[in-house]
């Protein structure tokens, strides 16, 4: 009798879950790819003079060092906003340079994406020190629960990297907080080449590309799907945990101020000043903030930029994966430039399959365009930057990758600016650092690999999965 009410209580428990994996996968995958997205927003590209400064943050350690440096540098106000945080030493100092900040006082907002914010298991102590902090109010953008309920809300990721300082420091870029995005081993092993820039108000002028940013981060961190996290009291042994949190934490932050005054050419705020250039004007874009389908701003303000190019076009992205609404607005465009670049990882690069599978699929779309198509394929590391340069003129930095997902579901953000010693600065990194390590594609399917590329081939199972894949991908366009 009890076994075979147990076999009776086993058969309708399965039978919950798998009426539960239906009704995930049809609401959370196959209802939004059938649906039809926003179409491109007809809106004006409005640059706004700024007497602000912006210095290029191209590799790793001192794109965290800057983070560290404008941190500390803190009176007031700092916003964060990141897609996920992974483990490692930089994400624990982070976390200690922002309780430090806390305990001098400085009004901390920080926000992080629900699903992949990287604050679980022993993170989960972080959460709870950060709950106990007077001047930390912290908020996760679409909570797994949320996504539990209502599995649509899947695709409502936070995707976002900004760091506010004071209304006079601001960092936006492709890179989130982890050790692969800001130290390279021995062996390069899974390291990220990425791009940030650091904006500088020196004045704290009120009219400024830093004030537009933070209006947006507002605007996110009090939307209705931004729930916060520090809004109950601890249990004791929670708060015991919170407690060894904020002392392994202050004392991590002690130990690297030592070891910084014991270093040699140790940054600060005012060489990150000092290696600054002007900006002649610029404009803040971001994606609308609301569940399903998002306006596609972004989106229609790099289709503009990319129409008004008279010379050239540089174009990076981790991946490139145009859906066929995407394909279309391309094509409408008008883009008429006859010199342009798009660079984007190779299958032995690329650490997300998936992504690397509907790039394979429209890698001929490219390769067939006026663009000169390259994949990054050195033997070490991979690229994860997110950059458009017009003209040698005119850049884009920020989180947008060059696919629907990013057009159309996450929150994403970009800077763009007016200043030719920028471009120049980037054109050039990627020209050494990039495209000589990279493959160029002719339209026959042959490729021609850069002067120093050393080539690294993809390993057995990228060569069986990713193609096995490739359907999938085709299917699910959308939603990547």
């Not at 001098?104 to 950060?130: C, Q, T």
């Not at 008004?308 to 409408?332: G, K, N, Y």
């Amino acid at each position: 009798m009890k076994k075979r009410r147990a076999k009776t209580v086993g058969k309708v428990i399965g039978g919950l879950i798998g009426l539960y994996v239906i009704y995930f996968v049809f609401t959370a995958i196959i209802l939004v790819a059938l649906r039809t997205p926003p179409d491109v927003v007809e809106r004006d590209v409005t640059f706004m003079e700024t007497d602000e400064r912006v210095t290029l943050l191209g590799y790793g350690l001192e794109a965290f060092g800057a983070r560290m440096d404008i941190i500390d540098q803190a009176e007031e106000t700092i916003d964060v906003s990141y897609f996920y945080m992974e483990d490692g030493e930089s994400v624990q100092l982070f976390y200690a340079y922002i309780l430090a900040a806390a305990d001098r006082g400085v009004e901390v907002r920080y926000i992080l994406d629900g699903i992949f914010h990287g604050v679980r298991g022993d993170d989960r102590d972080v959460l709870r020190a950060f709950n106990a902090h007077p001047n930390i109010e912290l908020k996760l953008y679409e909570p797994i629960v949320s996504v539990v309920l209502a599995p649509w809300r899947l695709n409502n990721r936070l995707h976002d990297k900004l760091l506010l300082v004071d209304n006079q420091y601001a960092i936006v870029g492709g890179r989130n907080v982890g050790d692969l995005y800001y130290e390279r081993s021995d062996q390069d092993v899974n390291y990220s080449h990425d791009r940030d820039v650091l904006l500088i108000n020196e004045d704290q002028a009120e009219d400024s590309l830093i004030n537009d940013m933070r209006s947006y981060y507002t605007e996110l961190f009090e939307s209705d799907y931004a729930k916060t996290e520090d809004n109950r009291n601890l249990f004791n042994w929670e708060q015991d945990l919170a407690d060894e949190k904020i002392a392994t934490l202050t004392e991590a932050y002690e130990e690297h101020q030592s070891e910084l005054e014991e270093r040699e050419n140790v940054s600060n705020v005012e060489n990150w000043i000092d290696r600054s250039v002007e900006i002649n004007s610029g404009f803040f874009t971001h994606n609308s903030i609301e569940r399903n389908f998002k306006q596609p701003y972004i989106w229609s303000d790099m289709l503009t930029l990319a129409s008004q190019a008279e010379e050239s076009l540089f174009i990076q992205s981790p991946w490139t994966i145009p859906d066929r609404h995407m394909r279309r607005h391309i094509e409408e465009a008008n883009i008429t430039v006859e010199q342009g670049i798009l660079l984007t990882n190779g299958m032995s690069t690329n650490s997300n399959m998936v992504a690397q599978s509907g790039t394979e699929n429209r890698r001929q779309y490219f390769v067939d365009s006026f663009l000169d198509y390259y994949e990054y394929r050195p033997k070490e590391a991979s690229l994860h930057m997110k950059t458009m340069v017009v003209d040698e003129q005119i850049s884009a930095v920020g989180a947008f990758n060059f696919d629907a997902r990013s057009t159309y579901l996450s929150t994403e953000s970009m800077i763009v600016l007016d200043s030719e010693e920028l471009a120049e600065q980037i054109l050039a990194e990627a020209e050494e650092s990039y495209l000589k390590k990279s493959v160029l594609y002719e339209p026959d399917g042959t490729f021609v690999p850069g002067e120093k590329t050393d080539e690294k081939e993809a390993i057995w199972w990228q060569r069986l999965l990713i193609p096995a894949m490739r359907p999938i991908a085709w299917a699910l366009e959308s939603l990547l």
